[in-house]
């Protein structure tokens, strides 16, 4: 007799959106049921954000809105509590702490899990899905290849996009989310292209490993803003248009708002963050030209307010352009020449062309803006074969509000795969940190187990309607 194998859901991406995917199937998916979680660095529970270990390197979220279960929202609070006796409130603790919470949570989901259920950890790179009747079967870049029934995509935001200045051995690092250890050499002039928090990060570690001067630059020459201390109530949004409208109807909402508001007493900060649940109306509220519009012309203004830096993060900083370790140019990058060993950082300002010698450059650009120029196999394979498809402005892929994916046939979920996270980027928007992925990993999972469910009830008909029938 041939015995059925349990239904088998693989899941590419182990930070914290496939992770927290895996734990909901685990904690209350159908069974029975197989989980593969598929990670390339074999790190399973971390992802980019949570995998680093420099102790410098703090969330920009307080605790109290870190736990990775929407309806548990103090379960972070409770975890650093028993582990690290945490003191007062508000605190920005270690995004290694937080990697380890994360884990911790698998860890316990999988030894408390029914024995119908098995969790399957796989390091691998998938680099192709081929759809096979109704499987898919998924190729790595070595190994063999591995089927399931379901697919999870929970592979974060893309790596970014800029020029390629050659092979740059370790004096250019095109990822330093890749290449750890980018502070050695130690005492080594540095440039850093971009001043996001990938930057901040960068710079912190290479403020502990010597005295070197670093060089910051982005065409604003701007970092993030810092948090206000303390444990804030964000104030609750404007009324929001109730037909698409352009860019500059939403700027003067929000300019509007956050002047009334700050005329009865509340900061910017507030209000910003008071916009964040409603952020994706606001998004699904703009024109396509408006949102267009917004990528290209005023998405670094609104990162720095949106994604804050801790406030002990923006005193270091501080710091160290006092002490003139730090300093930053506004400007954009022409060119890096390489003399020997020294490298040639040419910077376009307003007062002309500028050049900054220097051992090293580390590009912290952020993540890529257009999926269909996307450098990962896997995305260019599932495009190309038309089993996803890219939203209009290619920022992520096409789903349904589960997260259930569309393909290039039609305009209804095959309901056989699924994402979350940085790739519903296009119709959400505001998709990429821990507030929106955790509610996202419950939805999905819930509409893995509908689909699951849906199929098992339909092959039960097929076979009640086989054996019902008359025999001949
Ligand atoms: C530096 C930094 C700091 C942040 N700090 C915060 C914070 O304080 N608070 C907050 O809420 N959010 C923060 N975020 C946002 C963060 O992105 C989310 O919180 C969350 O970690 C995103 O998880 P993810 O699983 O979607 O993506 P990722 O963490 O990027 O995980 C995706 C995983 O998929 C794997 N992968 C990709 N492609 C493949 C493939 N083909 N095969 C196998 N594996 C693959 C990658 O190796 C990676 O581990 C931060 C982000 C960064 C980059």
Not at 29 to 56: C, H, M, Q, W
Not at 248 to 275: K, N, S, T, Y
Not at 427 to 453: F, H, K, M, N, P
């Amino acid at each position: 007799l041939e015995q059925k194998r349990s239904p088998v859901v693989a899941i590419v991406g182990a930070g914290f959106a496939g992770t927290m995917t895996a734990v909901h199937l685990l904690r209350s998916g159908p069974e029975p049921l197989e989980v593969v979680l598929i990670e390339r660095s074999g790190k399973f529970g971390r992802g980019v954000a949570y995998a680093t270990k420099d102790p410098n390197h703090l969330l920009n979220v307080p605790v109290e809105l870190m736990s990775a279960f929407c309806e548990q929202p103090l379960h972070f609070v409770a975890w650093m509590n028993r582990q690290h006796d945490l003191r007062g409130s508000a605190a920005f603790v270690a995004r290694g702490v937080y990697g380890d919470y994360i884990e911790s949570i698998l860890q316990e989901t999988e030894r408390q899990a029914s024995p119908n259920k098995v969790l399957r950890r796989v390091k691998g790179d998938v680099v192709r899905v081929i759809p096979q009747q109704e499987e898919f079967a998924l190729e790595f870049t070595h190994g063999p290849r591995i089927s399931c029934d379901r697919l999870v995509l929970a592979v974060g935001p893309m790596a970014s996009q800029h020029a390629l200045y050659g092979e740059g051995g370790n004096q250019i690092v095109a990822d330093p989310w890749a290449e750890p250890g980018v502070s050695d050499p130690p005492d080594c002039p540095t440039v850093v292209v971009g001043m996001g928090l990938t930057a901040v990060d960068q710079i912190l570690s290479l403020a502990e490993s010597g005295n070197a001067p670093i060089v910051a630059m982005s065409r604003g020459g701007r970092f993030p803003f810092a948090h206000l201390p303390g444990l804030r109530l964000p104030v609750p949004s404007p009324v929001l248009p109730s037909e698409p409208v352009g860019l500059p109807v939403i700027e003067r909402l929000v300019c509007e708002h956050i002047e009334e508001m700050a005329r009865q007493g509340h900061d910017w900060r507030d209000v910003i963050d008071g916009l964040r649940p409603v952020t994706p109306v606001i998004w699904s509220r703009l024109l396509p030209s408006g949102q267009r519009a917004f990528v290209t012309e005023r998405l670094r203004a609104w990162e720095r307010r949106r994604h804050r830096m801790a406030p002990s993060v923006g005193k270091r900083l501080g710091e160290l352009l006092d002490q003139g370790r730090l300093s930053t140019v506004a400007g954009s990058l022409a060119g890096i020449d390489r003399a020997h060993a020294e490298l040639q950082v040419a910077i376009d300002t307003d007062a002309g062309r500028r050049r900054v010698a220097c051992g090293r450059v580390i590009f912290c650009t952020g993540s890529g803006m257009d999926i269909r120029r996307s450098e990962s196999p896997l995305l260019e394979d599932l495009l190309d074969r038309r089993l996803v498809v890219a939203d209009e402005l290619g920022l992520g892929l096409r789903a349904d509000s589960s997260g259930a994916l569309i393909d290039g046939e039609g305009s209804q979920p095959t309901g056989r795969l699924f994402t979350l996270g940085a790739l519903r980027r296009g119709e959400l928007w505001e998709t990429t940190a821990v507030g929106e992925i955790r509610v996202q990993a419950r939805d999905v999972a819930l509409a893995l187990g509908r689909s699951l469910t849906a199929d098992h009830s339909g092959a039960h008909r097929e076979r009640t309607a086989l054996l019902s029938r008359p025999i001949p």
